[in-house]
């Protein structure tokens, strides 16, 4: 993305923002720093140079909108098999799949989908998160499907799905 002079200015004097941002979601996806800061900057640099005043907006909320909208963005094309893998299992690999116990850490040796470990990670989420991750992982459903069972909308599937993931993550790293 190109910048002038001073859109480049700006972005040096908020870099902190995007840092900040970009530790948050290093912290809540367990990707790299270095990845969630390339993401995180990128997003800054869009937002840099699509403000407008006018809109009401501080430079620094907007900062954070974009870059979060960003990040949520990468989650989705991870979880739909756009980024790096399609999430289709637990625990059973296929070429180029990106699996739940890759997001969430894995305990033990035994398969995740029959073990008393799984359903120690599901207990911390919610009811409407176990229902989704069962819709989504052990059902092959789709977010968008799965949005239109709970009457949600495909971004709150994909909100609350990261949520669990994240709190399953935090207690698997836990101990």
């Known amino acids: 993305m190109r910048l002038d002079v001073e859109g480049q200015a700006i972005v040096e004097q908020n870099i902190g923002l995007a840092i900040n941002r970009a530790i948050h979601w290093a912290t809540s ?44 963005s990468e989650i989705r094309k991870l979880t739909t098999g756009k980024r790096s893998g399609i999430v289709t299992s637990l625990d059973e690999p296929r070429e180029n799949d990106v699996l739940l116990i890759e997001l969430i850490g894995k305990k033990d040796d035994d398969t995740l989908e029959n073990s008393e470990y799984l359903r120690f990670l599901l207990s911390k989420c919610s009811k409407l998160q176990n229902y989704i991750i069962q819709r989504l992982y052990f059902d092959g459903r789709t977010q968008s499907e799965v949005a239109k069972e709970t009457g949600l909308s495909q971004t709150h599937v994909s909100r609350l799905l990261l949520k669990a993931i994240s709190r399953m993550k935090g207690v698997a790293m836990s101990g």
């Not at 407008?52 to 990040?71: A, R």
Request: glycine share 6%; aromatic share 16%.
């Open 29 to 72: 996806t367990g990707w790299t720093k270095e990845e969630c800061i390339s993401i995180a900057y990128e997003g800054l640099c869009r937002a840099v140079s699509t403000f407008k005043k006018e809109k009401g907006y501080t430079l620094s909320t907007y900062v954070y909108v974009v870059i979060d909208n960003l990040f949520l």
